[in-house]
């Protein structure tokens, strides 16, 4: 059979139109799964300064929720469930609880107090945080504040370090001054902050392992870029997973939350696992 050439660029057209409809409906699908479906992203951290004592020990890291804009209270139950269910020995909360809206952080809090970790639940503040209000949230809940100040966690005979800063441009000082004048290269340090990108602004000779937040993810991922993330001064985006810089390393979650647009490709919420061994 003759199929005329008019025919035949119809059903060219005709079928390009169907390839970007279900491309488009293969798109929305994967934008919705990715906002609604929660993952454990589990991460192994080795450094020769862990004490033995501490070898195993699971930190369950948490962040960017901004309750009440996008994510919901659920949400926020499903994250500390998550996280429970994995029995970590201590939870760092990353920050951005709510998006700068300080009526918020109770229903947010109300689920976070629900945390579990016989070591502890560390928190820092966030860039969208309204930050006495949610420093009061942190000590109310039970937490340790760590927004510029540490904490000691010790194991029989051995001790390692904890702290963070709600905005290390601002205090460079305690990141620098009072916690690195405490500790020494051979203790294990953990130093927790939102922004991953300072991980390139300080000194970091002291600091074994960072914890941070704030990118989402990317939020939009193209396969490592996103349009939505501003790069550090090395012109690197550190959206997500593990990184290392002379000697420090440091874990970025994608967070539970989303702002500004209700959509999530590449970068599924999620709370993150660290486990620690020695090197």
């Known amino acids: 059979l003759k199929i005329s050439k008019k025919l035949m660029c119809g059903i060219v057209k005709i079928s390009k139109k169907l390839i970007i409809i ?16 929660m993952e454990l992203n589990e991460i192994t951290v080795t450094s020769n300064d862990l004490p033995a004592e501490f070898n195993g020990t699971k930190i369950s890291v948490i962040g960017d929720f901004h309750y009440g804009e996008f994510c919901s209270e659920d949400e926020v139950e499903d994250a500390v469930e998550l996280s429970n269910s ?19 952080l ?6 976070l107090s629900k945390l579990e970790a016989p070591l502890g639940v560390y928190a820092i503040s966030g860039n969208h945080d309204p930050f006495e209000e949610t420093k009061v949230r942190i000590i109310n809940s039970g ?19 904890i702290g963070g800063s709600s905005n290390p441009r601002d205090y460079a000082p305690f990141i620098n001054g009072n916690y690195a004048n405490t500790v020494t290269k051979d203790d294990f340090v953990i130093l927790s902050y939102h922004i991953p990108n300072y ?3 300080f000194d970091h000779s002291k600091v074994d392992l960072v914890l941070a937040g704030h990118n989402h993810g990317g939020q939009i991922n193209f396969f490592g870029y996103s349009p939505m993330c501003a790069a550090a001064i ?10 290392e810089r002379d000697g ?5 979650t994608n967070g539970v939350g ?14 993150t696992l660290v486990t620690l061994e020695c090197g």
Not at 144 to 158: D, R
């Open 22 to 37: 279900l491309l488009l409906i293969a798109f929305i699908f994967v934008v919705q799964f990715e906002s609604n479906v």
């Open 86 to 104: 994995q029995h970590p020995d201590m939870v760092v909360l990353v920050g951005d609880y709510v998006t700068d809206d300080a009526s918020n």
């Open 106 to 111: 109770g229903v947010c809090f109300k689920q």
């Open 143 to 161: 937490f340790k504040n760590i927004n510029n100040h540490y904490f000691t966690i010790s194991k029989g005979n051995s001790t390692i370090y």
């Open 199 to 201: 991980f390139v602004d």
């Open 234 to 243: 090395d012109g690197k985006q550190y959206l997500s997973g593990l990184f």
């Open 248 to 252: 420090s390393q440091m874990v970025v």
């Open 258 to 271: 989303e702002s500004k647009i209700p959509v999530r490709f590449m970068a599924r919420p999620q709370v």
